[in-house]
């Protein structure tokens, strides 16, 4: 055995390629393999349990010798290999996509408001006349219900003009106290030009409790709005109308272009209108069986290609839909 074992090293240290290697082993381990065959001589050996121990050792050895070999000739062939190859070359860039800027904006205001405990609610982008208009106290001869301003499916179903919907089918869903926001697509028959587009984005907050109050609205969204444009600007709140909300407000940020001096961004006011907003008008709340008595709400609407154009300076709502890669590539 010990002048088997000699010969078993020799003949791994001469092993010089894979295939040589392979052989190597059939010729000890292998079926045919002497080491295989000292296995048959076992039941007339003397001492059978150390016989056997010996020859398992020549098999492991075997093995041994056959991994450590293969390791050797891998090495030698990437040493091969990077022979007259300059390793200190920089590697080619591999392309790596970046994040549409409406998604990033989409993003950042879902991050804010989820950090003021707003949970996250979406609805569908084919909508019921019931959900984007009758629920939300728009009267039947109100002009955004004609076939003019709204993409129709047919009498029952159109293209959602507004995020709005969402707070109906969440109250229907969910008793309050709630804290939603809905973010999504909205589609409206406007001519595209650098400001319209018949598809852009909204997202809808809204709150739901015992003791909900206008100042609560506000504390919420001048928040948000800091968050978003920079804690310095100031925002203020103007009468306006949604059928929906009573009373309603449109709600400026100082322009973040001049900070509020005037600049052709905000046509010299100083302020740029951002979002609509209001209280949840008590006929809305009635439509989900909520009692306008006992609980009130406020909800806004935030169009996010206009937050995008603001906060990147973006003077065409287009590119954001061409999918022009000198433009997306920028954010
Ligand atoms: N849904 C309104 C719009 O699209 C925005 C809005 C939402 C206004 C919630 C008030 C409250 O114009």
Same mark, same amino acid.
């Given at each position: ?25 059939a ?15 076992l ?8 016989t ?34 300059d ?26 408001f ?21 629920a939300? !106290? ?44 809905a ?10 030009d ?31 709005? +800091? ?33 509020? +001096?005037?600049?052709n ?10 979002l ?6 008590? !006929? ?26 603001l ?11 061409? !999918? ?8």
């Open positions: 055995m010990e002048e088997l074992k000699k010969q078993i090293k020799a003949d791994a240290d001469a092993v010089k390629d894979t295939v040589a290697l392979t052989q190597f082993k010729k000890y381990n292998g079926k045919k393999g002497a080491v295989t065959g000292l296995f048959s001589t039941k007339d050996a003397v001492d059978k349990k150390e056997g121990r010996q020859i398992n050792e020549l098999k492991v050895y075997v093995e041994t010798l056959f991994a450590e070999k293969e390791t050797e000739l891998l090495d030698i062939k990437k040493t091969e290999e990077l022979k007259g190859m390793i200190t070359l920089p590697a080619y860039d591999v392309a790596t996509g970046t994040l549409h800027p409406l998604t990033k904006v989409m993003d950042e205001i879902k991050s804010i989820t950090r003021m405990g707003f949970s996250i609610e979406e609805g569908p982008e084919i909508e019921k006349d019931y959900y984007n208009f009758t939300l !106290n728009f009267q039947p001869e109100h002009p955004a219900r004609d076939m003019h301003d709204t993409f129709h499916i047919n009498d029952e179903y159109l293209l959602r003009t507004h995020t709005s919907p969402i707070q109906v089918r969440t109250m229907e869903k969910y008793a309050p106290p709630l804290k939603v926001l973010p999504g697509r909205v589609y409206r028959r406007d001519a595209i650098a400001s319209h587009s018949t598809v852009f984005h909204q997202v809808e907050g809204f709150m739901v409790d015992t003791d909900i109050r206008f100042s609560d609205l506000k504390g919420v969204l001048d928040l948000f709005l +800091k968050e978003i444009f920079g804690s310095d600007l100031k925002t203020r709140f103007r009468p306006s109308f949604f059928p929906f909300t009573e009373p309603s407000a449109e709600v400026d940020v100082q322009c973040v272009h001049c900070r509020g +001096k005037g600049c961004m905000c046509k010299r006011t100083g302020w740029l209108e951002i609509g907003a209001g209280m949840i008008h008590p !006929n809305v709340l009635r439509a989900v069986r909520i009692d306008p008595e006992k609980y009130s709400g406020f909800a806004f609407g935030v169009g996010v290609e206009r937050i995008a154009i906060k990147y300076q973006v003077d065409d709502m287009r590119l954001f839909f061409e !999918n022009d890669l000198r433009f997306l590539k920028q954010f």
